[in-house]
C-alpha cells in the first residue's frame, strides 16, 4: 500500500511539472488546452448550400467566435464572404428544396408551411396559406398540377387555373357498419311502430326519399381509406397523376428502456424515455397502390419477390432450428424504403429490403399488369450496406432506363438497367467505392464522389454514361465534399487536409481549374502556433494478408523500448485512417500530446471500416471482437518490427464501439494490451439497439452465439491489465446501464484493477469542457502511470 502511494504522489507531482512547464511554454501541449470549447481553435465552413436561384452561394461560420455559427453568402461575381442579416435568413431558399418539372423550367417548393410555385418566367405564386402545414410538393399530372401533401392526404393545384382538387381521403375513422341492426327486441318494436303509425310511417319515407334525392344530386366523394390504427408512411402520386402509393405500417410493441436523469434544475430525478432494445419486436409495413381511375386500391404481393422464403445460412449452426425452417419457410417481412417513378408514370422501381438485412431488391412494378420484375437482387450472408446502397441512390435516365448502386462486386458502384433488354450494364467498376452520384441536368452523364485515387482521399468526376469515362475536377489532397451549382457551372468545395481542418473553396466546373480559397479562418493564431504532426497514413498487412490502413503517429527523438498506445475510433463502420481533418479532432491533438510525450500512436481502420469495400465492411459479421481485434494485435507486431516499440508497454482507448474493442482487448489479449481506456462502452450487445446490431449479430434469441462472442462481460475475468471505464450517465446510445452492469461483474470476479469515472450530466457525446478534460487527464495518467514503469 505505501509503495502504490509512494508512486502516485511521484507521478501527480511530475503530471503538475509537466502542467506548469506548459503554462511556461506554449509549445507544450496540456490536456486542459486541447479540450477547451472547440472554438479556440478556428472556425470551419459548414452546411454549404446554393439558393435556390443558383448565384448565390450560403454556408454556415463563425470567424468572430461568436456564441454560434451564422449565416455567410457569397456569389461566383463576388467571393468575400458577406453575413446574412437575421431578417432576411427566413427568406432564404435552397436548391435542395426545390423539385423541378421534366424540363427543368419551373420550381414547386414548402417553406414554413406553405407551398410556392415558380414559373418558367421567374413568377413567384404562394400555392397555399393556412394554419395547417403543407409540404412535400411535387409536379404530376404531366406537369399540369402541384401535388402536395396537407395532413394525412394529398391535395393538387392546377397550375392554369389556380383550381385546387383533395385527391385521396384517407382517415383514421372506421367504416360504418351498414348492415348493423339492433336486437331482435328492438327490431320488432321498429316494425310495429311503422305499422301502426300513419304519421311515423310518412315521415319515414319522406326521409329516405330526401336522403335519396340528396346523394343522388351530390357531388361524387372520394373514397374513404381506412387506415384501421396503422400508420401511413410514404404517400406519393406518379407523374401523371393516376396512381398513388402508400405504405400501412404497424407499430411493433417493445419495451422501452429508462434512463435517468440525476442533476436538473428541479432538483428531482426525471427518466427519459430511451429507445428499445435489439431483438425488440419491430413494426411491419404492407405496401399499396391506389389506381384513381378505377378507384381501387391493391397490395403489392410479396410472393412476387425471389427469395421472399429463403432461410439465413447463420441457422444453419442451429440444427434443430434449420430443419424445421427448411421445410417450412415463411415470407420475410420486407420494407419498401423507396419509390421512384418512370418519367411517363408507367412504371416504378421499389427498392425493397428484408427486415432479416440479408437481401436488397429492386423490383420494377408495371401498372398496367400490376406484376413485378426483378431488376437487381443485392444478397448478402451478412448484411446489406455500403454508400449509395439506399433510395437516394436510385433514378431514371428516361423511360426506358433506371440507374441504381450495387456490391455486386464487393465494392459500390454505378449500373443502368435497361427495360428492353431486361439487362443492366456497369458504368464504373474496380476496388473502390463510389460514394456519391448526382445524375447531370441533361442527364447525359454522373457526377460522382470517389476514393479511388486512395482509400483515405475524395475527388469529384463528371462519368460520361456513354462513354463510361471520368474526368477528375478536383486536384486538393484530402477530402473534397463538392457542392455543384444548379446551373452546373461552379464546384463550392469544402476541402481538408490531416492537420488543416476545413475550409471553402470555389471553382469553375471543369478539368484543370484553379480552386479559389474562399475562407481562411479554420485555423487560428493559436492552434497555428502548434507544431501538429502530420501522421504517416501507412498500410500493413494482417495475418490473413488484407492491407490495413493507419495513421502513424511518431515521437520527437525516437528510439527503441518507447510505448505505444492505440486510438480506436467508435461507430464501428466509420473510417479515421484518413488523409482529412477528422471528426475526432480531439483524439488527433491528444494523440500528437501522448508523441509529445514519447508515446508512439497508432489508429486503425480495423475490419468493420468504411471506405474498402463490402468484405472488410462485413468482417465482423456474428464475431465482434474478432476480425477487428486480430488487426490491432497485428499492428502491435508491425509497430515492434518497424519501430522497435516496447510490446510489454502497449495501451489503448476509444469511445463508443472504440471503448468495446478496448474491452475486448484487455479480457481477450490481456497479455498484447498492458492498460486501456474504455469510453462509453457496449459491455453487452444484448443492450444496444436494433436497427445497427441486428445487422452484425442478428438477433439475441436467433443468434445467442454471436452475442456470447461479441459481448466483453462473458469475457471479464480475462482482465490483467489496469481499465479505465469512462461513461455519461445521461447516455441515450450506449445506456450508462451497460457500465454499471460490468462494474458489478469486475467486483464479482475479485477485480481490482479498474475504475469507473461517471459523468453526470453527459450523453454519448460529451459536451462540456470540464468533462472532456477530466476524462482525458485520467486517460493520460492512465498510462503514464501504466506504460512508463
Given at each position: 500500500m505505501k509503495s502504490l502511494l509512494t508512486k502516485t504522489i511521484a507521478v501527480t507531482a511530475m503530471m503538475a511539472a509537466?502542467?506548469?512547464?506548459?503554462?511556461?511554454?506554449?509549445?507544450?501541449?496540456?490536456v486542459a488546452q486541447i479540450m477547451r470549447d472547440p472554438k479556440w481553435m478556428g472556425s470551419s465552413p459548414s452546411g454549404v448550400a446554393w439558393g435556390g436561384n443558383g448565384s448565390i452561394l450560403f454556408f454556415n461560420w463563425n470567424p468572430d467566435r461568436e456564441p454560434a455559427d451564422s449565416l455567410y453568402r457569397i456569389s461566383p461575381a463576388d467571393k468575400t464572404p458577406r453575413k446574412v442579416q437575421a431578417g432576411t435568413q427566413q427568406t432564404v431558399i435552397y436548391e435542395a428544396e426545390l423539385r423541378y418539372n421534366r424540363s427543368r423550367s419551373a420550381a414547386v417548393w414548402a417553406k414554413e408551411g406553405d407551398i410556392f410555385y415558380r414559373a418558367p418566367g421567374g413568377k413567384v405564386t404562394r400555392i397555399t396559406q393556412t394554419l395547417e402545414g403543407e409540404y412535400n410538393p411535387v409536379f404530376s399530372f404531366n406537369d399540369?398540377?402541384?401535388?402536395?401533401?396537407?395532413?394525412?392526404?394529398?391535395?393538387?393545384?392546377?397550375?392554369?387555373?389556380?383550381?385546387?382538387?383533395?385527391?385521396?381521403?384517407?382517415?383514421?375513422?372506421?367504416?360504418?357498419?351498414?348492415?348493423k341492426k339492433g336486437n331482435t327486441e328492438e327490431e320488432w318494436l321498429k316494425k310495429e311502430q311503422l305499422a301502426t303509425m300513419d304519421v311515423l310511417r310518412e315521415r319515414s319515407n319522406k326521409r329516405s326519399a330526401t336522403e335519396r334525392y340528396q346523394k343522388a344530386a351530390a357531388p361524387e366523394q372520394l373514397r374513404p381509406v381506412y387506415l384501421g390504427g396503422n400508420m401511413l408512411t410514404g404517400a406519393a402520386i406518379s407523374p401523371d397523376g393516376r396512381f398513388i402509393t402508400y405504405q400501412l405500417y404497424t407499430a411493433g410493441n417493445g419495451k422501452r428502456t429508462i434512463v435517468p436523469d440525476y442533476v436538473t434544475e428541479?432538483?428531482?430525478?426525471?427518466?427519459?424515455?430511451?429507445?428499445?432494445?435489439?431483438?425488440?419486436?419491430?413494426?411491419?409495413?404492407?405496401?399499396?397502390?391506389?389506381?384513381?381511375?378505377?378507384?381501387?386500391?391493391?397490395?403489392?404481393?410479396?410472393?412476387?419477390?425471389?427469395?421472399?422464403?429463403?432461410?439465413?445460412?447463420?441457422?444453419?449452426?442451429?440444427?434443430?432450428?434449420w430443419e424445421k425452417l427448411k421445410k417450412d419457410s415463411a415470407l420475410r417481412n420486407v420494407n419498401i424504403w423507396g419509390v421512384v417513378w418512370a418519367p411517363n408514370g408507367r412504371y416504378a422501381l421499389l427498392d425493397v429490403y428484408a427486415d432479416d438485412n440479408k437481401d436488397r431488391w429492386l423490383m420494377l412494378m408495371d401498372t398496367a399488369t400490376r406484376n413485378l420484375r426483378l431488376v437487381d437482387r443485392q444478397h448478402d450472408d451478412a448484411w446489406i450496406g455500403g454508400p449509395g446502397i439506399d433510395p437516394r441512390s436510385i433514378g431514371w435516365i428516361d423511360n426506358e432506363t433506371a440507374w441504381f448502386q450495387s456490391e455486386a462486386t464487393g465494392y459500390a458502384h454505378l449500373y443502368l438497367y435497361s427495360l428492353a433488354s431486361a439487362a443492366k450494364r456497369a458504368l464504373?467498376?474496380?476496388?473502390?467505392?463510389?460514394?456519391?452520384?448526382?445524375?447531370?441536368?441533361?442527364?447525359?452523364s454522373f457526377y460522382i464522389t470517389t476514393n479511388a485515387v486512395h482509400p483515405g482521399e475524395k475527388h469529384f468526376y463528371k462519368l460520361s454514361i456513354n462513354t463510361g469515362k471520368a474526368v477528375q475536377l478536383t486536384t486538393l489532397a484530402g477530402a473534397n465534399e463538392v457542392s455543384l451549382s444548379p446551373d452546373e457551372k461552379y464546384l463550392a468545395i469544402r476541402n481538408s487536409f490531416i492537420n488543416s481542418p476545413w475550409e471553402l473553396y470555389l471553382q469553375e466546373n471543369r478539368a484543370g481549374a484553379k480552386p479559389v480559397q474562399i475562407t481562411t479562418k479554420a485555423q487560428s493564431a493559436e492552434y497555428r502556433q502548434i507544431k501538429w504532426r502530420t501522421p504517416d497514413v501507412i498500410s500493413f498487412a494482417a495475418r490473413d494478408g488484407a492491407p490495413v490502413y493507419a495513421r502513424v503517429y511518431k515521437p520527437e527523438n525516437a528510439r527503441p523500448g518507447m510505448p505505444a498506445v492505440f486510438f480506436v475510433h467508435g461507430a464501428g463502420y466509420l473510417q479515421n485512417a484518413h488523409k482529412w481533418w477528422s471528426s475526432y479532432f480531439r483524439e488527433y491533438m491528444f494523440n500528437n500530446l501522448l508523441a509529445d510525450n514519447g508515446y508512439y500512436v497508432m489508429d486503425i481502420d480495423y475490419r468493420g471500416s468504411a471506405g474498402y469495400g463490402r468484405d472488410w465492411r462485413t468482417g465482423i459479421y456474428r464475431h465482434m471482437g474478432g476480425k477487428d481485434l486480430t488487426?490491432?494485435?497485428?499492428?502491435?507486431?508491425?509497430?515492434?518490427?518497424?519501430?522497435?516499440?516496447?510490446?510489454?508497454?502497449?495501451?489503448?482507448?476509444?469511445?463508443?464501439?472504440?471503448?468495446?474493442?478496448?474491452?475486448?482487448?484487455?479480457?481477450?489479449?490481456?497479455?498484447?494490451?498492458?492498460?486501456?481506456?474504455?469510453?462509453?462502452?457496449?459491455?453487452?450487445?444484448a443492450n444496444y439497439n436494433h436497427g445497427y446490431t441486428s445487422n452484425i449479430l442478428n438477433e439475441p434469441f436467433t443468434d445467442s452465439i454471436a452475442y456470447h462472442k461479441s459481448s466483453p462481460v462473458y469475457f471479464a475475468n480475462g482482465l490483467k491489465g489496469n481499465l479505465l471505464i469512462c461513461h455519461g450517465m445521461v447516455d441515450v446510445n450506449v445506456h450508462y446501464q451497460d457500465a454499471v452492469k460490468l462494474a458489478q461483474r469486475l467486483m464479482e470476479l475479485k477485480k481490482d484493477n479498474w475504475e469507473l469515472a461517471s459523468y453526470p450530466m453527459e450523453d454519448h457525446g460529451f459536451v462540456?469542457?470540464?468533462?472532456?478534460?477530466?476524462?482525458y487527464k485520467r486517460i493520460f495518467k492512465l498510462f503514464e502511470q501504466t506504460l512508463k514503469k
Open positions: 509537466v502542467t506548469a512547464s506548459a503554462q511556461n511554454n506554449p509549445g507544450v501541449l496540456t399540369t398540377r402541384v401535388v402536395y401533401s396537407r395532413g394525412q392526404n394529398l391535395y393538387s393545384w392546377e397550375i392554369a387555373t389556380g383550381a385546387s382538387q383533395q385527391l385521396t381521403n384517407f382517415t383514421n375513422d372506421a367504416p360504418a357498419d351498414k348492415n428541479s432538483g428531482y430525478t426525471t427518466d427519459i424515455s430511451g429507445r428499445t432494445k435489439v431483438g425488440s419486436p419491430q413494426g411491419s409495413a404492407r405496401f399499396f397502390v391506389y389506381d384513381r381511375v378505377r378507384d381501387t386500391a391493391y397490395k403489392i404481393n410479396a410472393e412476387q419477390i425471389p427469395g421472399i422464403r429463403d432461410v439465413p445460412a447463420f441457422v444453419k449452426d442451429y440444427p434443430g432450428q464504373t467498376k474496380g476496388n473502390y467505392e463510389v460514394q456519391e452520384a448526382q445524375l447531370s441536368n441533361d442527364k447525359r488487426d490491432h494485435v497485428d499492428a502491435v507486431k508491425y509497430l515492434t518490427d518497424t519501430y522497435k516499440i516496447d510490446p510489454a508497454k502497449v495501451g489503448i482507448y476509444g469511445g463508443s464501439y472504440g471503448g468495446f474493442m478496448t474491452l475486448m482487448a484487455l479480457f481477450t489479449t490481456p497479455d498484447v494490451f498492458a492498460s486501456g481506456a474504455a469510453l462509453r462502452p457496449v459491455t453487452d450487445w462540456e469542457p470540464v468533462s472532456w478534460t477530466d476524462e
